[in-house]
């Protein structure tokens, strides 16, 4: 059974502060990750993928990668209000399909 | 990205009835997927869908229940068969529009009431 584990949250963070959002899986042969952003009511909206190890930065996002941990984090720096949402952790295998996590429920209060 | 429309946004139905979804991206995709996402739940695979052949169910997912239609590669339905309030849901069909399911992209999904 492949897994993909979050922190269901609810993560409250202050305006303006770092939140730091983890994922972790059980199959090594994952070779993609991505990030998902779904605010209640609508569909998932992809924000990052990642492929190898290490930080990958996209604004206020950065993703990080260590693949001997099997694990995966999203950072979102200065965060704001409009953050608050459900974050969705997603994990690939070659050749395989999607397996998505549980999500996170990020709260950024003002 | 791909821009996807999905019909309908929401709807109520009675236990018993059959309700259609239709799937509608604006570019030509190989593979369309269909997901599920009970209330405060994550996503969780139906089905692939691939233009000119016979859908892939995931497991404790069956045809006669949710049968899909792929007629091109820009349409694709998903019904939800002799519906029970277990199988209200929201319902989301995504695609991956490069090809090789290096990512994937999600319409505005169906939101779905079964009484």
């Known amino acids: 059974q492949k897994e993909v584990e979050q922190n269901s949250g609810p993560l409250s963070v202050p305006e303006g502060a770092i939140a730091s959002l983890n994922c972790t899986y059980s199959d090594r042969g994952s070779q993609s990750f991505f990030w998902y952003r779904q605010y209640s009511g609508k569909s998932p909206e992809l924000i990052m993928s990642i492929y190898s190890n290490g930080d990958k930065e996209d604004g206020r996002f950065t993703a990080q990668l260590n693949k001997a941990s099997q694990y995966v984090s999203l950072l979102i720096r200065d965060s704001q209000p409009s953050d608050s949402a459900t974050y969705l952790c997603a994990v690939k295998a070659g050749g395989q399909n999607f397996v998505f996590g549980p999500g996170t429920r990020l709260s950024v209060l003002p | 990205s791909a821009v996807i429309s999905q019909k309908p946004s929401r709807d109520i139905c009675q236990r018993g009835t059959s309700l259609t979804i239709q799937c509608q991206v604006d570019?030509?995709?190989?593979?369309m997927f269909w997901y599920r996402q009970q209330p405060g739940q994550s996503l969780t695979l139906i089905a692939t869908a691939n233009q000119g052949s016979e859908a892939t169910y995931e497991s404790g997912f069956v045809i006669d229940k949710f049968p899909i239609s792929r007629p091109n590669l820009t349409f694709s339905t998903l019904t939800v068969s002799n519906m029970s309030p277990e199988d209200s849901s929201i319902y989301l069909c995504s695609v991956d529009p490069l090809g090789g399911q290096e990512t994937q992209y999600f319409g505005p999904g169906t939101r779905l009431l079964v009484l």
């Open positions: 570019s030509q995709v190989t593979m």
